[in-house]
């Protein structure tokens, strides 16, 4: 099954700009559906964006527009880059590979849009 770390998060000002990452490993990653996910405090985990395998890209309607998702598999690595971030976004990320019969979840990283 593979394993999931996230980086990139952190605390930025309204209207900033972050850039997830989401390294794998133990996988085989090119196979995987990959996405984001986030949850916010008392709220329930929600979708982001997903990327296919051969690189087509979904996003919520609240980010569509602000957030891009990519993939590089020759470093096994999926990032989500946010821009225009709003107090809204604030939650933690997580990300999600979702394969024939499994689906593996990262530990998260904390996002919080503040000024």
């Known amino acids: 099954q593979v394993q999931l770390v996230e980086s990139g998060g952190g605390l930025v000002q309204p209207g900033g700009s972050l850039r997830l990452s989401c390294a794998a490993s133990?996988?085989?990653?090119?196979?995987?559906?990959m996405g984001w996910y986030r949850q916010a405090p008392g709220k329930q985990r929600e979708f982001v964006a997903v990327?296919?395998?051969?690189?087509?890209?979904t996003y919520a309607e609240s980010v569509k527009g602000r957030f891009t998702i990519s993939r590089d598999n020759a470093k096994n690595t999926v990032f989500l880059q946010m821009n225009n971030l709003k107090p809204d976004d604030t939650a933690v990320y997580y990300c999600?590979?979702?394969?024939?019969?499994?689906?593996?979840w990262g530990q998260g990283t904390q996002v919080t849009v503040s000024s």
């Open positions: 990327i296919s395998r051969g690189g087509s890209s």
């Open positions: 999600n590979a979702d394969g024939t019969g499994s689906s593996s």
């Open positions: 133990g996988g085989i990653f090119s196979t995987y559906l």
